[in-house]
């Protein structure tokens, strides 16, 4: 009974949604973080929004590769979460060419790019893209961030001075410099 009722209230929830997205001709926030409804892609009622800054999908079961994610407007999102997911693909046109980006949080996914190519958004100031398979070297501008996570994923090569911490950078496959250890010559 209670899942017929959960299924019940996702589902009005869902229509609701669709009404007021055709009604106001777009989304200017929406938080579907941590529910039940396994989203798989991202709907396609969001990616045609005209207009949305936050996207929260964090823990939505969602399904999928950014290669195939296509919104219509990109250069408008202030914040994206898509943490806890299982997607994969290359993010670095949302971190590439969103002009007034935020907040990127991805971590808990299966990303796969090379960070070492990737041209931060002027306006960012977090990032996380922890717990994914991201590769290459480690910008010196993620120095200009506030708040970062690259823990756990493949990076290389010696950091450049950073303010962050050593678990910032953990788990990765050959980072060295400080604040890790030394490289080795």
Not at 5 to 26: D, I, K, R, S
Not at 66 to 79: A, C, N, V
Not at 141 to 153: M, Y
Request: net charge positive; aromatic share 10%; charged share 20%.
């Amino acid at each position: 009974m209670e899942e017929v009722l959960l299924l019940f209230t996702a589902m009005a929830l869902l229509t609701l949604m669709c009404w007021a997205f055709h009604t106001y001709n777009g989304i200017g926030s929406l938080d579907l973080s941590y529910n039940r409804f396994q989203l798989k892609p991202i709907p396609k009622w969001v990616t045609s929004s005209p207009i949305i800054y936050s996207l929260k999908l964090a823990k939505s079961r969602i399904k999928m590769s950014l290669d195939d994610w296509k919104p219509i407007k990109t250069k408008s999102f202030y914040e994206i979460d898509l943490s806890e997911n299982e997607i994969s693909g290359n993010p670095t046109r949302f971190l590439n060419q969103t002009e007034v980006l935020n907040e990127f949080q991805a971590s808990g996914n299966k990303l796969r790019f090379d960070f070492g190519k990737l041209t931060l958004a002027k306006k960012l100031q977090k990032l996380d893209l922890s717990r994914n398979l991201v590769f290459g070297k480690v910008l010196a501008s993620v120095a200009g961030l506030k708040k970062l996570n690259l823990s756990q994923n493949h990076l290389c090569g010696k950091l450049s001075g950073t303010k962050f911490s050593a678990s910032v950078f953990a788990g990765n496959d050959c980072l060295c410099g400080s604040p890790l250890s030394p490289c080795k010559t």
